[in-house]
Every structure is written in C-alpha cells, then in structure tokens.
C-alpha cells in the first residue's frame, strides 16, 4: 500500500496492519491507507473477512494533533478526512474485525468503531480524550459510541475524557470479546466466525433518553469542569442523535467539532499539550546521558512537605527513609501520612492493603542510619538558610558519594546550599508543590556546578514519579515563586486599595484559577512568606524603598498563619477548609490602608485580572530574558501543573500573547505610572510588544519549542 498500512492475507482472511510509528497515529495517509486495503479485500473473491489491527506497541493512539493546528493556521484547508474513511469501512460487504492493543483513543476508537466487531487484549484500553484538547470526537464518535455503549456512558467518556479498561469496555458493548492469547490470531479466528455480511449497522438504531439524563451530564460538567466549554459542547452533540438521523447528526458533531477547535480554549490546550513534552528537552544535556537508577531514597524533614514528598516516592514503588529530628515531630509526620493514606482509602482509591504496603516502605528514624545506602537524600527541612546549609553538610557526610543530594527549597541559593558540600556536582533542587503526593510539578534546579547526569536522572526522577519536571535556573524564588511574588503582591494591593480579599478570589475563581490568592495563601500558610520576607531583611535584599503589602505581616504577629491555625486572611472551622470572611481582617485592611494614605475605591474583576495575571507574564518576560527559564512553554507548564493557572488559557505567558502583547505591555505601563516601580516593563515584554509578536515567536526564533 502507502507504506504507512500493510496488506497480508491468512486463508481467505485479509489482515491490514497500521504501521505509523510510534503510536500509530491518524496522520495523512493512514486513513486512505486503510480504506485502500479494504477496498482490495472488498474486491477480492478469496476474502471472506478483513482484520484490521496495529503494528508494534499499540492499536491507533489517536489523530495527529499537529494537524489541527495547521488546519487553524490555515496551512491546510481540510480535516485529516477520517469520517469518509470510516464511512467505507462501516460500509464494507465483508465483515471487519478491528483487533485492539496498547490503546485505541479518539480517532482510534472511532476507527475501531466503525468496524463490525471489535475484539481486544486484557490489558488494551480505548477511549475518547478529545475534550483534553479542548475538541469534541469529529469522525461520528459521539454517534457510534452512544450507540454502542448507550448514552450514559457516552456522556462520561465524551465529557470526562478518560480512557476505560478492555473489560470495562466489554461489560458495556464496546468491545466483543477480550482475546487471552495472541490478539492476530484470536482475531483471525473471530472473523472466520462472523464472516456473513451484516445487514444491519449500529447507527440506523434509533436512540431514546430522558432529558434529566443530559441535564445531569451538564450539572456535572459545570461543578467539575469549570468554565470548559468542549465537555458541554460534546453532550450537545451526543443529544443531536436523539433528534437527528445519523447523518444529519454527524454534520451537526462536524460543525461543533469545528467551533471547538479554532477557538481560544482548544489552542491553549494543545499548547499545553506539546508544553508538557517540551520541557522534557534540555539544549546541552544529550539524550545517552547516563541516567542513575533510584531504587531507595532517605529524606531529612517528616514535616508537610518531607511527609508529601515520602508519600510521592513509595507511591511510585520507592522505599524511603524518613527522619526527623525528635520523636515528637516524627510521629507527627507519622500520623499525617497514615491520616492521608486512610482517606485515600476511604474515597475508594486503593485498598487499605495497597496503603498498608506503600506505609511499610517508609522507615522512620531519629538518626542518618541508612542514609549511606540511598541513591538520592532529598532535604525538606524549614525554609531557613543556615539550617539547610547544616542539613547538607551532615548529609555530605553520612551518604555515599554516588548519591544524588536535593533540596526542595522553594526560594533559596542552591549554589550556597551546595558550597557546604564536598561535591557541589552531585547537588540539585527538586523543588515539590504542596500537598507533595498530590501536585504534579517539580521545579528541578540547576544549580552552577550540578553535572549533566544529575539533571538528566532528576528528569527522569520526577517522571518515574508521576510528576512534570521542569528544569529552571538558580535565581531568588525560581521561576514559580519568584513569579508568585508580584501575583500576590498585586492581590494584597488590590485589597487595600478598595477589594475585599473574597472579591479578589472571585475575580481569579472565575477567571478559571483552582483558587484565589489570598485562599491559596492561606493554603500554603501565610507564615512561609513571613519567614522568607524575614530572611531577605537579614541579608538587606527587601526592597523597603518600595511599597509593600501592609497586612500580612499584621496577620502572622498575630498568629494568623492561615488554614494551619484556623485564621489567616479568613476564618475557618474546626476540620473544615471553607474561608469565611473577618470582620477582624477587614478592620486591620481598613486601618492599614488609612494609616499608609491609601484612598480606598472600588475595584472591578476586570482591574483584578489584569493586575495579576499581567505581573505573572512581565515577572515571566524578565526570566526568560534572563535566561532562568529554558522557554515560555515551560513557565506555562510550571503554572498549570503547580499553580492552578486554567489549562484552558494556556499558561501565563500564552495568555498575555493571546490578549495580545501590545495591550498587556500598554497597561504595564499603565500601572507603572500609576502604582510605581514594581511595575517596570520587562525589555523582552517591550521588544516584543513593539514587534508584533508573541512569546511563542520568541521560542521558536531560539530554537526552543
């Protein structure tokens, strides 16, 4: 054939084998490939049945999502032309058995649904992601899959987006039969038991369903998948086939599709999507690097973060050593994680036998006994230089010199940490997100002298932990907190000079934030900033010229650390994390306020949007400049995986480009000339703006997409 789908036959049974690799996917060619095949067999008096199946590791992974986005720049004028191709294979006087491996996603599983029959290994899985990518199934996949697994499944799969197991998909009608052993020839031998032409197709049944179905399905959509237009779109055109016949309802899934994807979500989410692979590419570190295996690892620190980071580990199958420095403080750590594993349990997500072995991965201890046997000591001590650097000079000493040492510092020097060591080559930053188990980045620091082997096992560290790493540079804060710092500097402002702190949540909330800034401080714990402001005074690196927020530090003399002790920026109840507006907090914003001279006005959404996200991307053009971020994407990645940033508006830095980087650098200067240096215009944001461009030009003019 084309070369990219292959024709065989095995007495009398045409076998067409997709061979795209590496996963097989619908680019051009493979479609018509598949319909020249079955054409052939067609033609073919000796061919009493056609199998259709993947080579190599899985069955069609999906479309090419490179080609929706020419197809959105106008490079190309036409989809990929997969709904005809399924049309000729549904249309097929011979019946076809699609063979199913590895995984048969969005297009894959459209294309296994429009075979007669579908048959699978155990371990396959199949499934319709498209609204990850912010697009709905566009080759009749929300008419075939309601038809074949009914329409409450349908909803779920077409909303949600997560793929389902091959017994799953039996259970529902999807899949006809799970093959035990050798999927070609279970194939084989299930098309020589359904060779007869089937006189009827799945899309001629005629589909019924009571309303509340689909209001639910969109009840549901909007709690859990906020402000995400692509789930409700997809139960719009699953309702069509209600309605309409069934090629009446695909023109209506086509027109959606094509709304869905040229619009500002679907693009942001594929950018996220080709983002969360970029950072994986490191110019200077070369792919044979050779990477160190982590089979055991011994972290200082049973605290919030030391505990999250445990958990992390023995979750992806890695024992740890957890110490701490007083019995007391052990224990705690202790009963957190055991508190935390049990209500994993409780919510059904592992067995209390699979939390009952991840806690025996863990051995507590008071003293560095064993630390000489782990590949990697991670220290997660308070954010405190002097104590780091005593962590690091006990930990130089107790673990072997192949050993990795990491500190999850948030903010601090790793080239000053490292300087107590006696190999600063073997020190790196694996900075975790709290809750540590839960969050998905990790800021992996390089640090002046850390080696390349270092950086590429931490890569592949936090992979093997089902984390995202990105690499960033050694500057004050990183790259996700030094960015945060005008963030929430801007929000604090925003309150004294007029909003409540629960209309600068709403503001962000709604802007499709996981959360407010001043809740996710009082997450975070207001005590951490304090500590971190305290330090930098120390060392005369606060900024006292400038303004800065009043209340805060007002908050933690008094106590108020936020969710930790009941009371931060809100008031919260005993076992709950819900704020509740202070009339105490608003008394002290007030005071504060008048005290420095601030007129107090009244604040719009629009204002708090703009003020926040715009410092995050003039924070982020000034780090790229600088060059403590390798791209854009990358920034983008760290505030969608560890700050909450909607995946949905691409990141910070695509969301500036996307508003456009003439109006984002005009307002900067704006707020410059209304609130002060803070607001400074980045050079980069300046050339940029001035040039028409976006921070994606700029990534890709330095060869790092």
């Not at 490939?33 to 069609?60: H, Q």
């Not at 016949?245 to 080709?274: T, V, Y």
């Not at 980071?309 to 957190?336: C, F, S, W």
Request: hydrophobic fraction near 45%; aromatic fraction near 6%; charged fraction near 25%.
């Amino acid at each position: 054939m084309n070369g990219l789908v292959k024709y065989s036959t095995d007495n009398g049974i045409a076998i067409v084998t997709i061979d795209n690799p590496p996963v097989n996917a619908l680019s051009p060619g493979v479609p018509e490939g598949i319909v020249e095949c079955i054409k052939r067999a067609e033609a073919d008096s000796s061919i009493l049945a056609i199998v259709l199946i993947g080579g190599g590791r899985t069955f069609i992974a999906g479309a090419d999502i490179r080609e929706f986005g020419k197809i959105t720049s106008g490079e190309k004028t036409r989809d990929i032309g997969l709904a005809p191709a399924l049309l000729e294979i549904e249309n097929c006087s011979k019946a076809v058995v699609c063979a199913i491996h590895g995984t048969a996603l969005g297009g894959g599983l459209e294309t296994a649904m429009a075979c007669h029959y579908r048959v699978a290994v155990p371990q396959a899985k199949v499934g319709q992601p498209e609204v990850k990518l912010g697009i709905i199934p566009g080759a009749a996949g929300t008419q075939r899959l309601p038809r074949l697994a009914g329409i409450p499944k349908a909803l779920e799969m077409c909303t949600v987006g997560d793929p389902i197991n091959a017994p799953d998909a039996l259970a529902c009608g999807i899949v006809d039969r799970i093959v035990e052993d050798g999927l070609l020839a279970g194939a084989i031998a299930f098309a020589r038991e359904h060779t007869a032409p089937l006189k009827t197709r799945e899309r001629n049944q005629k589909l019924t369903a009571d309303a509340a179905v689909f209001a639910a399905a969109r009840a549901e959509v909007r709690k859990k998948q906020r402000g995400l237009m692509a789930p409700l779109a997809a139960i719009d055109a699953i309702e069509a086939s209600l309605s309409m016949g069934f090629e009446e309802a695909c023109a209506k899934e086509a027109e959606i599709f094509k709304q869905c994807l040229f619009s500002d979500q679907s693009k942001a989410l594929i950018h996220a999507f080709f983002g969360e692979r970029a950072v994986n590419k490191i110019p200077g570190i070369a792919k044979n690097t050779p990477v160190r295996e982590i089979a055991k690892a011994a972290i200082a620190g049973a605290g919030t973060m030391g505990g999250g980071i445990a958990m992390a580990y023995v979750n992806a199958g890695i024992p740890v050593i957890l110490k701490e420095t007083t019995q007391d403080a052990l224990d705690r750590g202790m009963a957190t994680i055991r508190k935390n594993y049990a209500a994993s349990v409780e919510r059904g997500r592992f067995t209390r036998q699979v939390a009952d072995q991840r806690l025996a991965m863990i051995t507590p201890t008071l003293s560095y006994d064993g630390f000489g046997d782990a590949d990697i000591a991670v220290e997660a001590v308070f954010e405190g230089m002097d104590l780091k650097k005593k962590v690091f000079t006990e930990l130089d000493h107790v673990t072997s010199p192949g050993a990795i040492l990491a500190s999850n510092t948030s903010t601090l020097d790793i080239d000053q940490i490292a300087s107590v060591t006696s190999q600063p080559q073997r020190v790196i930053g694996t900075h975790f997100f709290s809750p540590a188990n839960v969050m998905k980045l990790v800021e992996v620091v390089r640090g002046k002298a850390t080696s390349p082997e270092v950086i590429a096992t931490a890569m592949a560290l936090a992979r093997k932990l089902g984390k995202v790493g990105v690499l960033v540079g050694n500057c004050h804060g990183f790259v996700g907190n030094r960015m945060v710092a005008p963030y929430l500097r801007e929000a604090q402002f925003l309150v004294e000079e007029g909003a409540s702190p629960r209309e600068v949540d709403a503001a962000l909330y709604g802007f499709g934030m996981a959360m407010g800034p001043i809740a996710m401080h009082d997450l975070a714990g207001l005590d951490v900033g304090w500590r971190i402001r305290q330090e930098l005074a120390r060392e005369g690196k606060l900024h006292t010229d400038l303004r800065q927020p009043l209340v805060e530090d007002r908050l933690c003399v008094m106590g108020r650390y936020g969710q930790k002790t009941g009371a931060g920026w809100y008031r919260y109840e005993a076992g709950s994390r819900a704020p509740i507006p202070d009339p105490e907090v608003d008394e002290i914003i007030a005071s504060s306020a008048s005290t420095a001279g601030i007129a107090r006005r009244a604040v719009g959404a629009e204002e708090i949007i703009e003020r926040t996200t715009y410092a995050l991307a003039n924070e982020g053009a000034r780090i790229l400049e600088e060059g403590f971020a390798l791209r854009a994407v990358d920034i983008d990645i760290i505030y969608i995986f560890g700050y909450g940033f909607p995946a949905h508006r691409g990141g910070p830095m695509w969301h500036a480009s996307a508003a456009g980087l003439r109006k984002v650098y005009d307002r900067v200067c704006e707020f410059e000339r209304l609130h002060g240096e803070h607001w400074r215009p980045a050079p980069l944001l300046r050339e940029l703006a001035e040039s028409g461009k976006t921070f994606e030009d700029w990534d890709r003019a330095r060869g790092a997409e």
